[in-house]
């Protein structure tokens, strides 16, 4: 997935991604940034204060290099608080060139018949874009 967020949609439900069963049962996974919805355009800043995320860091894929990691950026130090050393960017240093997508792991119901998924955004701040679903079974 890839899509935009702010500070200002940070640790409330920015988007849904809700899978329907054909016994019209569902389950839904919340998309909160930071915890596991990124903004395609930089990684997080984390200061361990008010900005901090969720640990593991969710896997992202940087577009530039198709690069598969949950740590985008090298981090160094500055005023206690981590950051980028040496990288110009955006507001927080932390822009990628190319952007960079989500990915993210939704366990289904293995005993019942998967009928539909929908993707829901909660704001005009939000864009939410589904790029891939891969569907597998258990063995």
């Not at 409330?12 to 049962?25: E, F, Q």
């Not at 980028?84 to 018949?113: C, F, Q, W």
Request: proline content about 5%; some cysteine; hydrophobic content about 35%.
């Amino acid at each position: 997935m890839a899509g935009s967020t702010n500070y200002m949609q940070s640790h409330i439900d920015n988007g849904l991604v809700v899978v329907r069963y054909t016994d019209g049962s569902s389950d839904t996974l919340h998309l909160q940034n930071p915890h596991n919805w990124c903004p395609i355009e930089q990684d997080y800043y984390e200061d361990g204060l008010a900005f901090h995320a969720a640990q593991p860091r969710p896997y992202r894929i940087d577009f530039a290099t198709a690069r598969v990691t949950r740590q985008l950026m090298p981090m160094g130090e500055r005023y206690g608080r981590p950051v980028v050393s040496g990288i110009a960017g955006s507001y927080n240093d932390r822009s990628l060139e190319k952007g960079a997508g989500i990915i993210l792991d939704m366990p289904l119901n293995s005993h019942k018949t998967l009928q539909d998924l929908t993707v829901r955004t909660f704001s005009n701040d939000v864009v939410i874009g589904l790029m891939a679903v891969t569907l597998q079974r258990e063995k």
